[in-house]
């Protein structure tokens, strides 16, 4: 584990605030030179701090209006492989993510869908017919807000 100090933190926190500003312009938000803030980039690169950078699409400017949260229990663990349900519901284009995760359900899936009508349509045709697709929740997202995560 790399030890951070306090401009590693402060130029955390910019970068997720908008990765892509130059190196310049974050050294300046933090108070260090282009040079060291751009070396300072490397470092948390090379040490697996930083994994990326992404860019954010809206999806309602997109035309997707609907979020949906699905919780989704696998009805015959033994006979259908993690991987297969994975890889299946991977190949659906409005699932954006799909975390396995330990509790009630044995997956959430993050579904973007044109409205209610489209995701009933998704539901039905794409994910329900899924290898091993069992029991399944739905949470529709009414707003968000982002929040900059655990950066101290």
């Known amino acids: 584990m790399i030890e951070l100090d306090d401009f590693d933190h402060a130029l955390l926190r910019q970068l997720q605030r908008d990765a892509s500003q130059s190196a310049g312009a974050l050294g300046r938000e933090i108070g260090m030179s282009q040079p060291a803030t751009w070396r300072r980039i490397r470092r948390l690169q090379d040490a697996g701090v930083i994994k990326g950078r992404r860019l954010r699409l809206d999806a309602e400017a997109l035309g997707f209006g609907v979020t949906v949260f699905l919780g989704v ?50 539901l039905r045709r794409r994910i329900m017919t899924l290898p091993g697709a069992g029991e399944v929740e739905a949470n529709v997202l009414l707003s968000e807000e982002r929040l900059a995560g655990p950066i101290g």
Request: neutral net charge; hydrophobic residues 40%.
């Open 73 to 122: 229990k696998l009805a015959t663990k033994g006979r259908v492989s993690l991987e297969d349900f994975e890889r299946a519901v991977s190949a659906i284009p409005e699932v954006q993510r799909v975390e396995h995760v330990l509790g009630m359900y044995d997956y959430r899936l993050r579904v973007v869908a044109r409205d209610l009508p489209d995701f009933e349509r998704v």
